[in-house]
């Protein structure tokens, strides 16, 4: 079983930046196409970025895409998230997942496993 825990989240003014991390366990880190996802209050869970097993395909939402850029370290089985320029549009509670063999990463259903999510708030 795959267990994923995210971090780095934090209350920001806007403007800044911040990193998520996303790290992995019970498996094979690097067999994973991984994502990250957020959700804010009240509102359905959007897809941010995706990274496949490889490192070598990245995706984006086009309301990151410029700003945010997703990573992996296979070796330390994390995922990154670096958000630069952020924004009160930003906030939310930001989710990883994993899965194997994903075609369409901006789809929620395709990811197998789900981290517990960690806050982001931008706010001056």
């Known amino acids: 079983q795959v267990q994923l825990v995210e971090s780095g989240g934090a209350m920001v003014p806007p403007g800044v930046s911040l990193r998520l991390s996303c790290t992995a366990s019970?498996?094979?880190?690097?067999?994973?196409?991984m994502a990250w996802f957020r959700q804010a209050t009240g509102k359905e869970r959007k897809f941010v970025a995706a990274?496949?097993?490889?490192?070598?395909?990245?995706h984006y939402a086009d309301s990151v895409q410029g700003r945010f850029t997703i990573s992996r370290d296979d070796a330390a089985n994390t995922m990154y998230l670096q958000m630069n320029s952020l924004k009160p549009e930003d906030t939310a509670i930001y989710y990883c997942?994993?899965?194997?063999?994903?075609?369409?990463?901006?789809?929620?259903?395709?990811?197998?496993?789900w981290g517990q999510g960690t806050q982001v708030t931008v706010s001056s």
């Open positions: 990274i496949n097993w490889s490192g070598g395909s990245t």
């Open positions: 997942a994993a899965g194997a063999g994903v075609v369409v990463p901006a789809h929620a259903s395709t990811f197998d496993y």
């Open positions: 019970g498996g094979t880190f690097s067999d994973f196409d």
